[in-house]
């Protein structure tokens, strides 16, 4: 079955505790692309890579980083998380061209105390 | 940068009423553009999309057209159903410009009742 899959689903941790959220798919995709889900601000990008080894900053990439060292994977890394990081993180891939859709993995439900 | 600005909700409808969710943008280049839908404790997945001016895309009953002189890309649906409630997101990538980056709206929630 084609899917993006992300781990955890769910999380809670506390200021500052480095963590790692993985995202995976299985489309052969080029492009992954992670964002946040905030109330009242709908989906914004954090950082999204067009390919191994290539990634760009979205519109609020401060406090992420990001690698893309094999096609498949694209985790998250907050290496200080901090509570204005609590929010629903979603990954992303496409086939990469821009007229593709995206498909959407769970989401990621992260609480930084 | 480019914006996407979304008709606030919520909406609550009645079953088979008509459903209009207004989206407008701002982008340089020809971006594609894009409603997707997401359902409660899920992922968003797509409803539709359209790739170039005057395009429609269609899907499950809606329908937007890609209208680039009003810079618009409302979303439609003539008789909604209860099975219809969820948050709508519209959307665009960028295509030429920082292609691959994208921009969504707020989102429209949607509840429709029996």
Redesign the interface.
Known sequence: EAQ?TQNPRYLITVTGKKLTVTCSQNMNHE?M?W?RQDP??????IY?S?NVEVT?K??VPEGYKVSRKEKRNFPLILESPSPNQTSLY?C?SSR?E?????F????TRLTVL | GNSVTQMEGPVTLSEEAFLTINCTYTATGYPSLFWYVQYPGEGLQLLLKATKADDKGSNKGFEATYRKETTSFHLEKGSVQVSDSAVYFCALTARNTNAGKSTFGDGTTLTVKP
């Open positions: 993006v492009y692309s964002y009242g601000l709908g989906l914004r990008q999204y067009m760009d979205g519109d979603f992303a990469g821009g007229g593709d859709e995206q959407f993995g769970p989401g």
